[in-house]
């Protein structure tokens, strides 16, 4: 009998699973935390495949090794959501002018019945879309579905996320067609929105999925990418991006920071001479990083009230800084 190995993304999820319980102070503890039913007996042996020296393991001993890993994959799936919704609560999401113009199509779409129902928001890195998902999420009662890497490989992979993400099972469907079928089922009677984040994954098979959705049900369907990955996309899968270009509604591109969203993160006295710190803020966070610079001079200047131009300043050149040093990016220098 053949030793059954995880693949390359089966052992990543293990490895993190193996992470997150490690931050415990014990298995027994990280157990109890787990979604359903799990026993520590269980547990500790299909975590032992993670052991190379390991003579067996426990998905040696079952009938249906996948199923198995199915389970364990939606276990860390929802962790990994718990985990976001306590941090949801850590800070607030201000209704920024490019959000609100995304909820506006959003509601928009909700009332077609034609399939021209995608919201495109494209925004540089830095460009909060993360945080907009999470805003629409709240809004809309809005399902974020996570891209990744496999998306570009593999359409069953990008059924089977969308259908986690809905929280419809399909770890015993390995048929595309039926589980296209689920999800269409699962979505035909309902006005829900769709926030696929991290949209630089997209390739032909994810874009008809889409297609497919916006065809059969009334979803409504945010695409949330970086300018880059749009036109990356656009430029290798021309026809099925022109199927998606059809059925948007709208696009909402950040080009630059307004001072009127900046002012929201930032209190009432923070400033000397508000106008002027803003301008030069919103300045350099046009050229980069963006809501994430905006956020970042926020918790700098945290302990400061009536901050005058040069400790605005210095405190501009610390952040800049910083995540310079955290991406490897160039920044281009606020001029006046």
């Known amino acids: 009998m053949n030793k059954w190995k995880p693949n390359e993304e089966q052992f990543a999820v293990l490895e993190e699973l193996a992470a997150l319980q490690k931050k415990e102070k014990s298995i027994s503890d990280f ?13 500790t042996r299909i975590m032992g495949a993670l052991d190379p ?26 962790l990994q959501l718990d985990t976001a919704l ?16 995304v909820a506006q199509a959003v509601r928009e779409c909700r009332s077609k019945q034609s399939p021209e129902r995608v919201v495109k928001y494209l925004s540089p890195t830095g460009g909060a879309k993360t945080y907009l998902a999470e805003y629409l999420a709240d809004l809309f009662h809005a399902t974020v579905v996570e891209t990744r890497e496999a998306w570009k490989r593999s359409y069953y992979t990008v059924l089977v996320d969308i259908c986690r993400a809905v929280r419809l099972r399909a770890a015993r469907d390995n048929h595309p067609t039926r589980l296209e079928d689920k999800l269409i089922a699962r979505l035909a009677a309902q006005s829900q929105v769709l926030v696929f984040d991290e949209a630089e994954f997209f390739g032909p098979s994810a874009l008809n999925g889409i297609k497919l959705l916006l065809n059969k049900t009334r979803v409504t369907i945010v695409i949330c990418a970086i300018p880059e990955a749009h036109e990356k996309w656009n430029r290798s899968c021309p026809m099925e991006a022109e199927q998606i270009a059809r059925r948007t509604h709208a696009v909402v591109e950040l080009t630059v920071v307004d001072p009127v969203d900046a002012a929201l993160f930032f209190p009432a006295d923070q400033f000397e001479d508000r106008s ?36 605005v300043t210095k405190a501009m050149q610390k952040v800049r800084r910083q995540m310079q040093r955290e991406t490897a990016a160039p920044s281009l220098p606020a001029k006046r």
């Open 86 to 101: 306590r941090q949801r609560g850590a800070h607030e999401i201000y209704p920024l002018k490019q959000f609100r113009a």
């Open 276 to 311: 002027e710190a803003l301008a030069r803020i919103c300045l350099e966070a046009s050229a980069f990083g963006h809501y994430s610079f905006v956020n970042r001079m926020a918790v700098e200047l945290q302990g400061s009230r009536k901050a005058d131009v040069a400790e």
């Open 31 to 43: 157990v109890r935390k787990l979604p359903g039913s799990w026993s520590l007996s269980r547990w």
């Open 53 to 78: 020296e390991a003579k067996e393991s426990y998905f040696d001993a079952v009938s249906d090794p996948q199923a198995v890993m199915a389970e364990v994959e939606d276990a860390l799936r929802e």
